[in-house]
């Protein structure tokens, strides 16, 4: 079975830092990228950056609002992606997803998703 | 890249059509995804490159449009498909999202 699993959600006060895990499994990990979305409580959906593969360098791209505060890694050997995120804000808050873009097309849809792991940042 | 969908909400009975359109601020070809999300999951791939249907996805969905206006159709909504429905650009960081659509049981 196709599957991610998100590890590491909790309780962060503001400006602390927080390490989020996915595993991932039933498929060829080296062969994909992996996104991380967010959902704040009640909103809509964010996405918020991207691992690459090691034929693209292990290369990142972040969104603007985490750029220079999280820094998203991979271990291929351990078929897990990593967010780590510093100097957290109580914008932050939100449930992380992992997320893998829909292989064979040119466009960054995305067909497998993690069930989520909650990050509440609060004083 | 901003993505507009409306409406917000809809209320509609099972056994109806359904449609829900999404506008870009500027042209996106066919860069564009549908997802369904139901409470407290995960979002599912419904529909990408604005009208290819995913696999396991069932056929009463469909997407169609071009450029900047797309629309989600469900034809004989189904009590499984209230819930909430996602357009999103897929070609250019950050991926933007609209703000979603509810669907809800009249």
């Known amino acids: 079975e196709v599957q991610l699993v998100e590890s590491g959600g909790g309780f962060v006060q503001p400006g602390g830092s927080l390490r989020l895990s996915c595993a991932a499994s039933g498929f060829t990990f080296t062969d994909h990228y992996i996104d991380w979305v967010r959902q704040a409580p009640g909103k809509g959906l964010q996405w918020v950056g991207r691992?690459?593969?090691?034929?693209?360098?292990?290369?990142?791209t972040y969104a603007a609002s985490v750029k220079d505060r999280f820094t998203i890694s991979r271990d291929d050997s351990k078929n897990s992606v990593y967010l780590q995120m510093n100097s957290l804000k109580t914008e932050d808050t939100a449930v992380y997803y992992c997320?893998?873009?829909?292989?064979?097309?040119?466009?960054?849809?995305?067909?497998?998703w993690g069930q989520g792991t909650a990050v509440t940042v609060s004083s | 890249i901003q993505m507009t969908q409306s409406p917000s909400s809809v209320s509609a009975s099972v056994g109806e059509r359904v449609t829900i359109t999404c506008r870009a601020s500027q042209g996106i070809s066919n860069w564009l995804a549908w997802y369904q999300q139901k409470p407290g999951k995960a979002p599912k791939l419904l529909i990408y490159a604005a009208s290819r249907l995913q696999s396991d996805v069932p056929s009463r969905f469909s997407g169609s449009g071009s450029g900047t206006y797309f629309t989600l159709t469900i034809n004989s909504l189904q009590p499984e498909d209230f819930a909430t429905y996602y357009c999103?650009?897929?070609?250019?960081?950050?991926?933007?999202f609209g703000g979603g659509t509810k669907v809800e049981i009249k």
């Open positions: 691992a690459r593969n090691k034929a693209n360098f292990y290369t990142t």
């Open positions: 997320a893998r873009p829909i292989p064979d097309w040119g466009g960054d849809a995305f067909d497998v």
């Open positions: 999103q650009e897929a070609n250019t960081f950050p991926f933007t």
